[in-house]
């Protein structure tokens, strides 16, 4: 009889023993049953060592058998963060890792205190191939306790962004990409548009016209010497010889009671030999209006002259009410 009630009391002792440990460890949720007593503890411990870091953060691991029917992995995971709490409210600073076995399915949801401790492109490292792999043999126990220890390791600080994985470069996500490539280069590309667009809609102008005005000079020089035939459109425009400034005028004329049914080349007339090509480019309203392509071309000149102008706690376990929203990664096997 002794020795039933000293068999017994050992039973007794052992119970209260464990169970306080068991009691306190809400940091697992084992739904899929396919977590070992020491992975629990594990994580158990894991967070018993954050209770002394200074964003206090805490790591939840949930197993489902299957994800609620019609609902993702990232909206149950999301939900799920918000439910518990997980992190200290005042840091933010939680950590869930879910996986559902029957869905091959994994995440890690992270709370917006830990977002640069644990970035997106992290999150998905620290699901690893190996992981994955015990996966596949359904070997989840030993799967789960790897991403957990991986977790715990960048909790701890003793792997950064850069050390986790020797050898592999981490790659940014798409959103800290825009922000810091992406995003600077297209405000770059926008305001090299801005200072360049004028001139160079300006400088398109010019050579068109100049050749459109050159080949009307060929035309009504066909039948003076063949020479101007194969003149450049520069030495065109410029030669002084009688018979190109006869053809000059003539075309002047001809299209000088035309007004805005004249061609474009029309209104360079006036300024071929007189307003040189830095200065289309250059000059503003004031010192356009002495030309006539002023005239037929003011929008042009008129945004020139804008841009110009304006570029003068202690006791026990509990969560502590932290919120999700900090990002996350979400993987198959």
Known sequence: MKRVLYFLSLILLGILWVVPVQAENIYVEDHANVLSSETKEEIYQYNQDYKDLELRPQLAVVTLTELPDGQSIEAYANEKFNQLGIGSADHDSGVLYLIAVNDRKQRIEVGYGLEETIPDALAMNLMTEEAKDYFREENYDTGVSLVAANINEVLQGNKTVEEFSPGIVVEESIWDIIKEWIGPVLFGLFFLYGVISTPLEKLLIYRKSKKAFAVELKNR?????????????????????????????AIQ????????????????????????????????????????????HR???????????????????????GSSGGGGASSDW
Not at 281 to 294: A, C, T
């Open 221 to 249: 020089l066909k039948n003076a010497d063949p020479k101007y035939q194969n003149y450049s459109t520069r030495r065109i425009i410029r030669c002084k010889e009688a018979p190109v400034d006869e053809a000059k005028e």
């Open 253 to 296: 004329k001809r299209y000088g009671k035309l007004k805005r049914k004249r061609p474009l080349y029309y209104d360079f007339t006036y300024a071929f030999g007189t307003l040189t090509l830095w200065g289309m480019l250059m000059n503003k309203r004031k010192e356009m209006q002495k030309y006539s392509v002023y005239y037929h």
């Open 299 to 321: 929008d042009t000149w008129s945004k020139n002259n804008t841009s110009s102008s304006s570029s003068s706690s202690s006791g026990g376990d509990s969560w502590g009410g």
